[in-house]
């Protein structure tokens, strides 16, 4: 444990900030799978769901749960499956 009175605002601040990612991550997994089945199993809702989940993934890039870079890997991944080409 530290000592230090800074030291432990920030192990406060980053176990908030690790319980926030968590719920964040969870839901875009949640996003993309429902996304990824849909488009698989050729559901009419299946556009907006991956428009849904792509959303999710730029936000979460921007807010640094995840990579930017990683965001829109993922989101380019996700458009390569909806599109029939």
Do not use: F, W
């Not at 839901?27 to 799978?33: D, F, G, H, Q």
């Not at 199993?41 to 792509?54: C, H, I, K, N, T």
């Amino acid at each position: 444990m530290a000592n230090i009175r800074s030291q432990k605002k920030r192990n406060r601040q980053n176990e908030k900030r690790r319980v926030r990612n968590k719920s964040v991550r969870t839901e875009l997994k949640t996003r993309v799978k429902n996304a990824r089945e849909a488009v698989v199993a050729g559901d009419e809702s299946a556009p907006e769901l991956v428009r849904v989940a792509q959303k999710r993934l730029d936000k979460a890039g921007a807010e640094g749960v995840i990579h930017k870079n990683a965001a829109a890997r993922r989101a380019s991944r996700l458009m390569k499956r909806k599109s029939p080409a």
